[in-house]
């Protein structure tokens, strides 16, 4: 028995909140994927433990052993329905704000017209959220909000990504080895996964380190186009091409996007999976 970890980006990845059409099988298909003993699902997302929960059960989604939050930030272990934070990840990126809080870090920033806050619910205390127009200049900003944190000796990751469906641009602004990829990488560690047996599945901007660090991954065939060309640049010049699969469609008659995308995806790298969707249930 070969055991897999499934780590899947929500929003646009097996949420089908995108203008993409969704094949109705796909999320059927997944739940039963999910029911198999030999698959640990973990999801990995923006969202906070109260968004990830409205998501779950809003979209039918099959309850996951693990999630990511809060673009990687927070753990959850979930068991019989109960979410137990991972406080050992909190000790692993906390040293990179150097003793920062949230609120000092946003003192940093007031003066940038571009910039709007995150709702409340929405930061943490390693998490700075801002909203931005989706036609912002991000390379400038980035490169000057990076200068200003340098100087207090913190060390951040600035995530930029875009809400299609609302039409705004977000920015994160993380300890730097709080990304959704090292949080895979965390998790993998503490459960005995390796590269062998993890598959990463992703949509948009925040999921490309992940998407092109050499794990296993998948870019559903709904994810913009500007996203799939730098993943695929990303994945050239690092050599590991064969380690991104861009969902195609035609998978058991579905048409790859969400979760028929993640579907098609995992059956590419890990062939068994196709007999475990076909098993008599
Ligand atoms: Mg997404």
Not at 7 to 20: A, E, V
Request: glycine share 6%; aromatic share 8%.
């Amino acid at each position: 028995m070969t055991n897999l970890l499934l780590c899947c980006d929500l929003d646009r990845t097996l949420l089908p909140n995108g203008k993409q059409e969704e094949s109705p099988q796909a999320r059927p298909l997944f739940r039963k994927l999910a029911q198999r003993p030999e698959l640990t699902l973990a999801y990995v997302s923006g969202r906070d433990q109260s968004l990830l929960r409205e998501a779950i059960r809003d979209y039918e989604l099959p309850l996951p052993d693990y999630a990511i939050g809060d673009v990687g930030t927070t753990v959850y272990e979930i068991k019989n329905d109960q979410w137990h934070p991972w406080h050992s990840w909190e000790e692993e990126i906390a040293p990179d704000w150097a003793g920062h809080r949230h609120d000092e870090l946003a003192a940093l920033f007031t003066d940038i017209d571009t910039l709007t806050l995150q709702e409340p619910q929405k930061q943490n205390t390693f998490k700075l959220s801002y909203y931005a127009p989706q036609d912002t200049q991000h390379d400038p900003l980035l490169t000057e909000m990076e200068a200003r944190l340098k100087s207090l000796g913190i060390q951040a990751s600035l995530i930029w990504s875009i809400d299609e469906a609302k039409h705004v641009g977000l920015l994160d602004v993380l300890p730097k080895r709080a990304t959704k990829y090292h949080a895979i990488r965390f998790l993998m560690a503490q459960k005995g996964f390796d590269e062998d047996n993890t598959v990463f599945a992703g949509d948009s901007g925040n999921d490309l380190p992940a998407l092109t660090s050499g794990l296993y991954a998948i870019l559903v065939r709904n994810a913009r186009q500007e996203v799939r060309e730098e993943a695929v640049r990303r994945v050239q010049e690092k050599g590991i091409a064969q380690r991104l699969y861009l969902a195609q469609g035609g998978f058991l008659g579905m048409n790859g996007n969400y979760a028929a995308g993640v579907l098609e995806g995992l059956a590419y790298f890990h062939p068994q999976t196709l007999r475990w969707l076909q098993a008599e249930s």
